[in-house]
């Protein structure tokens, strides 16, 4: 799934992070959105974002 197809590419681009409600960034090779405000990185399992907070990985630095 690191090539994703236009239109599941322009939902992920259409989601914001549920904490700062800022535009998330789509990591494809670590399947992941990367929230740079909250610091935080929301899994993408089998093709679905997993927006929760408690979910995310913390990011260094």
């Known amino acids: 799934m690191t090539d ?3 239109h ?3 939902m992920l681009e ?8 800022t535009r998330l960034r789509y990591d494809a090779e670590r ?5 740079d405000a909250a610091g935080l990185a ?3 399992r089998d093709g ?3 927006m929760l907070v ?3 990985r913390k990011l260094n630095g």
């Open 14 to 21: 259409a989601l914001v992070c549920p904490l700062t409600q």
């Open 8 to 10: 599941d590419r322009r």
């Open 54 to 56: 408690d979910e995310a």
């Open 31 to 35: 399947q992941e959105l990367i929230s």
């Open 48 to 50: 679905i974002p997993i």
């Open 4 to 6: 994703l197809p236009a």
């Open 42 to 44: 929301f899994p993408v």
